[in-house]
T-cell receptor, first 112, second 113 residues
């Protein structure tokens, strides 16, 4: 079945450092890919998405590119802030399915 | 526009007790979902609904029941709570916009002793 694998955390960075959180997926067709963010004590919020190969999703300085050849959707940000401290989830939706398959999440802590 | 709301925010139950978690959305979304979140496990789908009056099982449905009598509400019931059901429960809703972007509620933290 479909699955999403994220790099294990936690990840701890200093403010203004470069962030990469790796995400790879397994799917039989052409899924849509998502990154969700969960701030402490809150529900998940959609951060960005991409619906086809080579699409780049971006929001709040975060970017991720849908790479079909490597089945990856890595999250990047050039300069993290303390306010980016959160748990990040990669997810996929297969072939127009209403259901999402989530990775296990990666906790990011950014220190001043 | 409140989005997705969940009631209650916290609850402590004794083993064997029952309770119902309420999810409400004001976005006129067709689809609604219940997830549980456990450390190291990510989010796992319990049950979902593709419309009023319809429900379907997700990945971990055992020990839970759901009902969708009104389009805006999705109820999750625990008939006989067990310590293994200690978790944070999230409700979400979605509609087709080229993809099914899900909008999440703030969560309910349930402890079963």
């Amino acid at each position: 079945g479909d699955s999403v694998t994220q790099m294990e955390g936690p990840v701890t960075l200093s403010e203004e450092a470069f962030l990469t959180i790796n995400c790879t997926y397994t799917a039989t067709g052409y899924p849509s890919l998502f990154w969700y963010v969960q701030y402490p004590g809150e529900g998940l919020q959609l951060l960005l998405k991409a619906t086809k190969a080579d699409d780049k999703g971006s929001n709040k300085g975060f970017e991720a590119t849908y790479r079909k050849e490597t089945t990856s959707f890595h999250l990047e940000k050039g300069s993290v802030q303390v306010s980016d401290s959160a748990v990040y989830f990669c997810a996929l939706s297969e072939g127009g399915s209403e259901k999402l398959v989530f990775g296990k999440g990666t906790k990011l802590t950014v220190n001043p | 526009n409140a989005g997705v709301t969940q009631t209650p925010k916290f609850r402590v139950l004794k083993t064997g007790q029952s309770m119902t978690l309420l999810c409400a959305q004001d976005m006129n979304h067709e689809y609604m979902y219940w997830y549980r979140q456990d450390p190291g496990m990510g989010l796992r789908l319990i049950h979902y609904s593709v419309g009023e009056g319809t429900t379907a099982k997700g990945e971990v449905p055992d020990g839970y029941n759901v009902s969708r009598l009104k389009k805006q509400n999705f109820l999750l019931g625990l008939e006989s709570a067990a310590p293994s059901q200690t978790s944070v429960y999230f409700c979400a809703s979605s509609r087709w916009t080229g993809t099914y972007e899900q909008y999440f509620g703030p969560g309910t933290r349930l402890t079963v002793t």
